[in-house]
């Protein structure tokens, strides 16, 4: 069982309104990711980072932002929400090493957004 | 672009047979493949994984082959069970030495009584 965790499970919201994702892993991971999943979709890959103070935008097109000032905590803001944001928002880590597993993506339980 | 499909968006299967779900991928320097399960309102699960210097790898119940001369990944769930119903997904690393992941649509698996 992966230690990564996010908040809020379910988020209701008007548009216009600043909110942020949190991410969490306990594992001392050194690569994050942030994907965007619409219902039985494939996943997008929105923002990643390699390490502390590295972020990287990902492939799908995202008006969010990500920070990375710890190597355990990836939040990911959206400055002003609008309906086409509501999704679903999954964070992953991965260890990166070539061990075992080292390269196997584990992911949270993520957090199901609604734009109002 | 890149991508990595799959054959069957639905697969349903009687309790206790066996499940094959498969998967094509498109670029033949990918070298990682991972195969996860994802439950309703839940985050995807890991089940097994399988490197490009590899054919075959065992689970607990599963299986997963790799024929890169074609290109295809398949999972293969022993004697299946309702707890397995659920989307499967395979991802694919394009190359070594990135950390980025390619996602397939995923093959939603219901188990019937």
């Known amino acids: 069982e992966a230690d990564i965790y996010q908040t809020p499970r379910y988020l209701v919201i008007g548009t216009g309104k600043k909110i942020t994702l949190e991410c969490s892993q306990t594992?001392?991971?050194?690569?994050m990711y942030w994907y965007q999943q619409d219902p039985g979709m494939e996943l997008h890959l929105i923002h990643y980072?390699?390490?502390?103070?590295?972020?990287e935008k990902g492939d799908l097109s995202s008006e969010s932002t990500v920070s990375r000032i710890r190597t355990e905590h990836f939040p990911l803001t959206l400055e002003s929400a609008r309906p086409s944001h509501t999704s679903q928002y999954l964070c992953?880590?991965?260890?990166?090493?070539?061990?075992?597993?080292?390269?196997?993506?584990?992911f949270g339980p993520g957090t199901r957004l609604l734009v109002l | 672009g890149e991508s990595v499909g799959l054959h069957l968006p639905t697969l349903s299967v009687q309790e206790g047979d066996n499940s094959i779900i498969n998967c094509a991928y498109s670029?033949?320097?990918?070298?990682?493949f991972i195969w996860y399960k994802q439950e309703s309102g839940k985050g995807p699960q890991f089940i097994i994984d399988?490197?490009?210097?590899?054919d075959k790898r065992q689970g607990q119940r599963v299986t997963v082959l790799l024929n890169k001369t074609v290109k295809h990944l398949s999972l293969q769930i022993a004697a299946t069970q309702p707890g397995d119903s659920a989307v499967y997904f395979c991802?694919?690393?394009?190359?070594?030495?990135?950390?980025?992941?390619?996602f397939g649509t995923g093959t939603r698996l219901k188990v019937l009584a």
């Open positions: 399988i490197r490009s210097n590899m």
């Open positions: 594992m001392g991971h050194d690569k």
């Open positions: 980072s390699y390490g502390v103070n590295s972020t």
């Open positions: 991802a694919e690393r394009l190359t070594s030495g990135t950390y980025k992941y390619i």
């Open positions: 992953a880590s991965s260890d990166g090493t070539s061990g075992a597993h080292g390269l196997t993506q584990y």
């Open positions: 670029n033949s320097a990918s070298d990682y």
